[in-house]
């Protein structure tokens, strides 16, 4: 799983770094995504679109972030949080 979770990280980060930080909200980062919200990440057998990332792991966010980096950690911490890692 370590190297699905490093793959995704790298995916993630390479999605969201060029959002104008700091970010509000998660609507702030859909003009950073190549596919907008349906933008798919996918490493391993794990799959998911933007949009389905933030419905599952909204409540694992706390806006605003200042950086890419603090932003991953969130979402891959929520992503494991929801068992979807």
């Known amino acids: 799983m370590a190297d699905v979770e490093a793959e995704l990280r790298s995916q993630l980060t390479a999605a969201f770094e060029d959002?104008?930080?700091?970010v509000e909200t998660q609507m702030d980062l859909v003009p950073a995504l190549p596919q907008g919200p349906g933008t798919t990440f996918e490493a391993g057998d794990v799959r998911f679109t933007a949009m389905e990332l933030a419905s599952k792991?909204?409540?694992?966010?706390?806006?605003?972030?200042?950086d890419v980096e603090t932003?991953?950690?969130?979402?891959?911490?929520?992503?494991?949080?929801?068992?979807?890692l």
């Open 71 to 84: 932003l991953v950690d969130d979402v891959i911490a929520g992503l494991r949080a929801e068992e979807m």
């Open 57 to 66: 792991i909204s409540s694992h966010q706390d806006f605003p972030y200042e």
């Open 19 to 22: 959002a104008d930080y700091p």
